[in-house]
Nanobody, 125 residues
Framework: QVQLVESGGRLVPAGGSLRLSCAAS????????MGWFRQAPGKEREFVAG???????IYADSVKGQFTISRDNAKAAVYLTMFSLKIDDTAVYYC???????????????????WGQGTQVTVSS
């Protein structure tokens, strides 16, 4: 498994922007597809965005046009840039890694074996 550490979460006002980072270590990063998930209190963990090892991006419909995922293989990192944040975006955000075949990126949490500890994003009114 690859080790993942998220950072960048904080309190941000509604309408603000934020960039989360996820640093990977322990394995060669480039073959991994990466996903961002979030979990709000009392809710299940949900898919937010994913990026394949070749750089293809997918998004949950709820964040399409609002969030952008990117990766930097040289830095072994994946990022989630969030714009126009809403109170409903408040959650713990997790990154996950998996060696999917081809350009596939999973949307279900149980498709991923490696997870970070999460970073809290709180959007205030």
């Amino acid at each position: 498994q690859v080790q993942l550490v998220e950072s960048g979460g904080r309190l941000v006002p509604a309408g603000g922007s934020l960039r989360l980072s996820c640093a990977a270590s322990g394995r060669t990063f480039s073959p991994y597809a990466m996903g961002w998930f979030r979990q709000a209190p009392g809710k299940e963990r949900e898919f937010v965005a994913g990026i394949s090892r070749s750089g293809a991006e997918i998004y949950a419909d709820s964040v399409k046009g609002q969030f952008t995922i990117s990766r930097d293989n040289a830095k072994a990192a994946v990022y989630l840039t969030m714009f126009s944040l809403k109170i409903d975006d408040t959650a713990v955000y997790y990154c996950a890694a998996e060696l999917f075949g081809g350009s596939y990126v999973g949307r279900a949490p149980n498709e991923y074996d490696s997870w970070g500890q999460g970073t809290q994003v709180t959007v205030s009114s």
